[in-house]
């Protein structure tokens, strides 16, 4: 399963393949990343039919991720790739938006790796 | 500048202005012919004391001397007076528990002897002592006992200068400028009463030094002055060279260094005293060491650090080691600067005064960080921070109001002016109509009846006069009440800007929080994974896992560095301005408060967003400013900027994208730092307030309406450097900075 992780802070990248670098080894999961809102629209735009989930950051500087969840449900519905919201501010506003532009999960930071990775087998299998 | 005032209360107080210089010559006259041990010599004694500072030595047999005459001889009021003068001069050898406890001595027996005057003296000299060490409160204490007690003598010149003494502790120690004002004003009017000049003179320097304190200097200068010119009448070269002294620090402390180095050769010319040399000499030497005048700096410095050691000045010692160590410091010579910093910080830790404890443990936190000895920098730098924040240092840090004040002084003045010129109308008036009388009839009827037209004359003219002065004193006071306040809402906004940056903060430290507990994390496992494969033998796999460790050690560090780097920031912000200039990346300041700007306000509402921009110039040279006070007029830019924005979002339609950007570029001899928005911009009838204090468009309780007036103050008076506003009404806006590069 192709996961791609949008976030601003480029540490999130070594973070997360040593995270599931057991999953990875294993090629049950395999992730992309990009730094920027516009960065994912770019990669989406050319393997948009290979990514299956998008984690993305909600704060980040120039498109939010909020921006970017909106434009993936316009722009991309056939399949769907299902997307999760990952933010510092996990307030009720936040959560709303992200629910009614269509996010399929809420996550909060620091966000529980353990947790994420069930809900991520849970989608896998 | 405590050291200043350490002598000037000294000198004030107990030489009682009167140091004629022929009193002085006719008294040693008398000491050396009269040798008879009766109470003439004893009151000679004291006396001699009370008009100049004696070498210590000196000093402390002649002060015994008189102490064992008046003892001997059951000569009470000799014995008090003898006390008082034996603890000064005990208390110069540096031992306060000797000296205090003599005084309590000449306290309890001029209180026996009903003796008001001397009594008043006592409470005097208790007073300074406490204040030297720092204990204000009790020192105001003593002074209002004192006061007291020269209120029952009824010598209004004795009680103008307890009152003087009042005053200037409210404002050198307290910094409650508004009390000071009362007492000197208080000290004046009975100095007037008793038409004594030397009092007058005294009162004149109380309110110079107020006005020193905040920051009023041409009124300072005219009250010195004045104080000055009612000396050069009197022949007090001891006086005149404490006002010049004064003057001098004056000028010091407000960086106009050849002014200060004119006073201070002025005042050596009035001096003969190794101490007041000492005092001068050393103050020279700190104007240099800020003037870079390196060699000048330690020509003074020696030449007064060898005469504070024979003269036991200890006091001095630790002024000077901490000039000598700044000295060093500027020639990158970390060992020396400790060597004398070291010196006078045991020395200022023995004697207890916090000021020379501040600043040489400033000298040696900065001289350890040069050499890389983080562990002793930091534990001095925290005794330094202690000691700093427990002077209270009423920091007067600009004059933005003073123009507003100015104005209704200016206003008062003018009255007081036009009824100057009412009061010589009707004297003319008089004058001539009392000639006319004369003229006419000469006779004794008119003449009496001249007579009692002058006095009802009079009488109407000294009713003037007071009504002129009541208004001048309460035009006084308000002007001190006005500086306090504007002081306290400076210090408002000061923290209000600090509550914008809490939030932004809390933010910018969580990430790299997260990532140090998850790396920390991951290692945890990867180093179980390390120990199977070692158990395997499987030495490759177990080196490619060492090094992944390795790897994430290295970002844990990083990240803590990162949050260390930011909790530092917060301090030096919310921290008093240092007013230290250091080279500053400008680069790095902006994209710093951009952020913290961004996430403060993104914190306090969730919807904000804003793409920023960022044209930093990777050339930029550093620049000499400082950094908080620069600090916070970017933050102020880029919040008012955001503003701007999120106004503009609330009017038109979600087309809108909201964009602030920030450049820096070289721009000839200076840097220009431009923070330009796409917002709502500024319209043209309030474009030339924007900079006025109190000047807000945010609802009431949102701005202070300081944040533009104090950031035009720190870029334009702080580093000389200009504000320049470009603004078009629903376009946006662009403030451009130059600051100077030398």
Known sequence: MKILVVDDEADVQPLFLQRFRREIREHEFEFDFALSGEDALHYLHDKHSEVVLILSDINMPGMSGLELLSRIRHEYDAPPPMVMMITAYGDEENHRQAMERGANDFLTKPLDFTLLKEKLKTLSE | MKKTIIFLTLITCFTGLHAQEQRVKKVEQDLKTHKQQDTLRVNRLNELQNLIVLPLDKADSMANEALLISRKLNYKEGEVESLIVLSRV????????????????????????????????????????????????????????????????????????????????????????????????????????????????????????????????????????????????????????????????????????PEAIKAYEEGLSKTQLPYNIELTQSNMADVYVRLNNLPMAFKYAFISLNSAKKINDTEGEEWIDGILARAYLKLNKPDSAIYYATNGYQKAIHTGTIEFKRDNSAALANAYNIKKDYNNAYKYYRLFISYRDSMSNAEVSNHTNLLQYNYSLAKKQAQITSLNQEKKMQYYFLAGSAGILILIGATGIVLYRSNRQKQKANTLLSKQKREIEEQRDQTNKVLADLKLTQNQLIQSEKMASLGELTAGIAHEIQNPLNFINNFAEVNKEMIEELEDELKNGNTDAALAIANDIKANEEKINHHGKRADGIVKGMLQHSRASSNVKEPTDINKLADEYLRLAYHGLRAKDKSFNAEMVTNFDPKLPQVEVVPQDIGRVLLNLITNAFYATQQKKKIINSDYKPTLTVSTALNGKSIRIKVKDNGIGIPDNIKDKILQPFFTTKPTGEGTGLGLSLSYDTIVKGHNGKINIESKEGEGSEFIIDLPLA
């Open chain 2, 90 to 257: 005990i208390y110069r050898k540096n031992d306060q528990r000797q000296a205090r406890s003599l005084l309590d001595q000449s306290i309890a027996l001029a209180e026996k002897l009903d003796d008001k005057e001397h009594l008043a003296n006592a409470y005097a000299t208790m007073s300074s002592f406490n204040n030297l060490t720092g204990e204000s409160k009790q020192a105001l204490e003593y002074d209002f006992k004192s006061e007291a007690a020269a209120q029952k003598t009824q010598n209004k010149a004795l009680i103008s200068r307890r009152q003087a003494g009042i005053s200037g502790l409210y404002a050198t120690s307290v910094g409650d400028y508004t009390k000071a004002m009362e007492w000197a004003l208080k000290a004046e009017k009975n100095a007037e009463e008793a038409n004594d000049l030397n009092a007058m003179a005294g009162s004149w320097s109380a309110m110079a030094t107020i006005f020193t304190n905040i920051g009023d200097q041409p009124n300072a200068i005219a009250y010195y002055q004045k104080a000055l010119d009612a000396n050069k009448k009197l022949g007090n070269q001891a006086l005149e060279f404490n006002l010049l002294n004064r003057i001098g620090e004056m000028y010091r402390l407000t960086d106009k260094y």
